[in-house]
């Protein structure tokens, strides 16, 4: 598998404490996950990847060129980002699912991003901070969807949920990246998840 990203001598802290020193990695097209424990690095370094944050030392390249030499959002437009908590918008789903398209100046797909992520047609018009965590998570990830992104960064999307809101979930990412062959970043502190999501597991 050719390589997605490549990190070389990455350093990088938080709140004034090292948490990644000297790392390099590649980490390849397909499905990897992020695997550690708490305060080890593993959100850091996904907010490096699109550039939320910048390295103190190293280089990080996507698909060979450095992330600093491309244009920021349209980076982000390319590497989505689906965060830990959801936080959806003031508004319904679909106020939340076409923002990031309209800011690009593109029109969203709406159910077409609803249904990657596993919600029907009729959640477009609900309150977006009204629904269950489990369902503002989908919400996350279809606003993510909504920009058609070539990757997705995942901050321990399940972390907040319930069993069965967490197997639905892992269900989806599976189904999205069958249907779209889309690559996926995930991070996780479980290492059975990582077994059941992920090709490639890096370890911090």
């Known amino acids: 598998m050719s390589a997605l990203f490549e990190l070389d001598g ?33 959100s850091t370094l996904l907010r490096l990847l699109n550039r939320l944050a910048d390295p103190e030392q190293g280089t990080i390249h996507y698909r060979g060129l450095d992330v600093r030499e491309r244009d920021v959002l349209e980076l982000r437009r ?16 679909e106020d939340n699912v076409r923002f990031g398209p309209r800011l690009a100046g593109r029109d969203a797909d709406v159910p077409r991003a609803l249904a990657l992520a596993g919600l029907g047609e009729d959640f477009a018009p609900r309150e977006a901070r009204r629904l269950s965590v489990g369902e503002q998570q989908r919400v996350m990830l279809a606003r993510a969807l909504a920009l058609e992104p070539d990757v997705l960064l995942l901050d321990e999307p399940t972390s907040a949920l319930d069993p069965e809101a967490r197997d639905a979930v892992e269900r989806t ?32």
């Open 78 to 93: 390319q590497v989505g980002l689906v965060p830990q908590l959801p936080a959806p918008l003031e508004g319904t789903v």
């Open 10 to 42: 990455v350093w990088a802290s938080r709140g004034g404490e090292p948490v990644l020193r000297g790392l390099s990695e590649a980490i390849p097209n397909g499905a990897s996950a992020v695997l550690g424990p708490s305060g080890s690095g593993k």
């Open 173 to 204: 990412l599976a189904d999205l990246r069958e249907r779209l062959s889309l690559s996926y970043v995930l991070v996780t502190h479980d290492h059975d998840q990582a077994s059941r999501l992920a090709d490639r597991v890096l370890t911090l």
